[in-house]
């Protein structure tokens, strides 16, 4: 697959309404300004906003959508002002590709953050006036700023799930200390999230705790992915027998869940943080005020967090669980996606099956 630089011809899959119904579809990407770099897409993660905008569940989506914020690829092309990457390297681009650059926090790499808003790697209005389009296409044209370097080593299927999945639980686990061997770490949710929360967990030297309620998942949880031990939520027997154990607790689910049941299982002083999105967070002031608790939400991750956690995975060969599928494929994953039959991420082979 090559993407010579010709104006039309970005090959992509996109929704063209609600439906989420993603179908081939050819349009144009900018012309390479002089702080770009051009990459041809080989993989591209399966996430779950990939469901959310495709199928306009949040009112705002821009048809045609093409979804993907998970890429890695080989740079083909850098402009003049470039000096961090050329032709050929291995390169990520995450959730996002733009932000203001110059307040507080764009300043201190945390560009996720930036006050005049971040632009999103898809349906978003990028600095042209264009809607952005994520990695179900061949190349995508980005801000150098907003590339990551991809470990030499790294396999770059793998790679991919970590621009989005594994930044998510990885930055808060390091902005709140979650690296300090022998303390104790909570992981509600099994999914593409999850399981890096794990696999960081183990990786920090924490005590994981797996809390699901699928019964189904203990056997992966443990032999699979090392928790130390696994707890079925929805049993009151088994979470009182964990009670004021944990020191921290990543909360991956996005559906709707108590919140008090595993409060309770913190630590005084426990920090509980929630990185999915509930309709809503209900619980009980004493759950937070009688243990000195913390609760903390957090979305991926900054520009230099998010290069720290690739170096750290390619040193210590933390790789996620994936699948990985042909574009052909892109409409079952995405339904299968909802119906959370996947370990533990799709990765789309754009290079091999993008034609």
Same mark, same amino acid.
């Given at each position: 697959?090559?993407?010579e ?10 929704a063209r309404?609600?439906? #989420? ?12 300004? #002089? ?20 199928? +306009? ?16 690829g080989?740079v083909?092309?850098?402009?003049? +002002? ?14 996002y590709?733009?932000s203001?650059?110059d307040?507080?926090?764009c ?22 006036g264009?809607?952005?389009?994520? !990695? ?10 907003y ?23 990885y +930055?808060?686990?390091m902005?709140h200390g ?8 909570g ?6 999230l ?16 797996v809390?699901?309620t699928s019964i ?9 992915? !090392? ?13 009182k ?18 919140f008090?049941?595993y ?12 990185v ?14 009688? !243990?000195m608790?913390?609760?903390? !939400? ?22 996620p ?19 959370k039959?996947?370990?533990?991420r799709?990765?789309?082979d ?6």
């Amino acid at each position: 697959m090559s993407c010579e630089i010709v104006k039309e011809d970005c090959l992509a899959w996109a929704a063209r309404d609600p439906s #989420g119904v993603l179908s081939p579809y050819k349009f144009s990407r900018r012309d390479v300004g #002089g702080d770009d770099v051009s990459l041809n897409i080989t993989h591209c993660g399966v996430c779950y906003a990939d469901v959310i905008w495709t199928r +306009n569940k949040h009112g705002d989506s821009k048809y045609p959508l093409v979804p993907g914020h998970e890429i890695v690829g080989i740079v083909k092309e850098v402009g003049s +002002n470039v000096s961090r990457f050329k032709a050929g390297d291995r390169v990520g681009v995450g959730t996002y590709v733009g932000s203001c650059r110059d307040c507080e926090y764009c300043n201190d790499g945390q560009e996720v953050n930036c006050v005049k808003g971040t632009v999103y790697t898809f349906n978003a209005i990028d600095v042209d006036g264009t809607i952005t389009k994520g !990695g179900y296409s061949s190349y995508i044209v980005v801000h150098e700023r907003y590339c990551f370097r991809i470990p030499d080593d790294y396999p770059m299927a793998l790679a991919a799930p970590l621009l989005c999945a594994g930044i998510t639980v990885y +930055n808060p686990m390091m902005r709140h200390g979650m690296n300090q061997p022998g303390k104790s770490l909570g992981v509600i949710g099994l999914g593409g999230l999850g399981h890096m929360a794990v696999k960081f967990g183990k990786a920090f030297g924490l005590k994981v705790t797996v809390f699901s309620t699928s019964i189904s998942k203990r056997e992966e949880a443990l032999s699979v992915l !090392g928790a130390d031990d696994f707890v079925v939520s929805s049993d009151p027997e088994q979470m009182k027998a964990f009670s004021k154990s944990m020191d921290f607790i990543v909360d991956t689910a996005s559906g709707d869940h108590p919140f008090d049941p595993y409060m309770s299982t913190l630590k005084t002083a426990g920090v509980f943080v929630l990185v999915g999105f509930p309709s809503e967070v209900k619980f009980s002031p004493a759950s937070l005020n009688l !243990g000195m608790r913390t609760i903390s !939400g957090s979305i991926t991750g900054g520009t230099k967090v998010t290069q720290e956690m690739l170096d750290f995975c390619a040193a210590h060969k933390i790789y996620p669980k994936i699948e990985v599928i042909p574009i052909q494929y892109a409409n079952e994953a995405l339904e299968r996606l909802v119906k959370k039959d996947v370990k533990y991420r799709f990765v789309i082979d754009i290079e091999n099956s993008l034609e």
